[in-house]
């Protein structure tokens, strides 16, 4: 039986690992070496303090709708108690965060008036992966 077809709105996926404390920091900072060693993904630099619409320090992994299935489960088992926020991106950010998301953990508050309600299709930047899983 073949899979569903991908729902050709959401462009790519975003999961936000949050840390507060030198504790939270050093398992995050254990995961992401983890995922990177897992799967081709996208890793943002580590905000060491809040930025855009998160309250904690975090940082982002962004991946395509194909690594959706594999990677979110994982992430369900290997969190290690940290919260993460994952969302796609349909180019309508506030409703992404908001509506669209799920959380692993304990969700957090995101500051709703910094999201824009939608962007252009140019303004959505594509999945680069900077990772080289092993195999």
Not at 4 to 20: C, G, K, N, Q, T
Not at 49 to 66: D, L, N
Not at 76 to 95: D, I, K, Y
Request: with cysteine; hydrophobic share 40%.
């Amino acid at each position: 039986m073949n899979p569903p077809p991908l729902d050709a709105r959401i462009h790519s996926f975003h999961a936000h690992v949050y840390f507060e404390g030198a504790g939270e920091r050093q398992r995050s900072m254990a995961l992401r070496e983890r995922i990177a060693g897992r799967f081709a993904v996208q890793l943002g630099r580590c905000h060491e303090v809040p930025v855009g619409p998160h309250h904690q320090p975090m940082y982002q992994v962004a991946f395509t709708p194909e690594l959706f299935a594999a990677i979110v489960p994982w992430l369900m088992l290997e969190r290690n108690g940290l919260s993460v926020l994952v969302h796609p991106n349909t180019l309508a950010p506030r409703a992404d965060h908001l509506q669209h998301a799920l959380w692993l953990g304990r969700p957090l508050a995101l500051k709703e008036d910094v999201l824009p309600l939608r962007i252009e299709s140019g303004e959505h930047s594509p999945v680069v992966p900077n990772t080289a899983p092993q195999t």
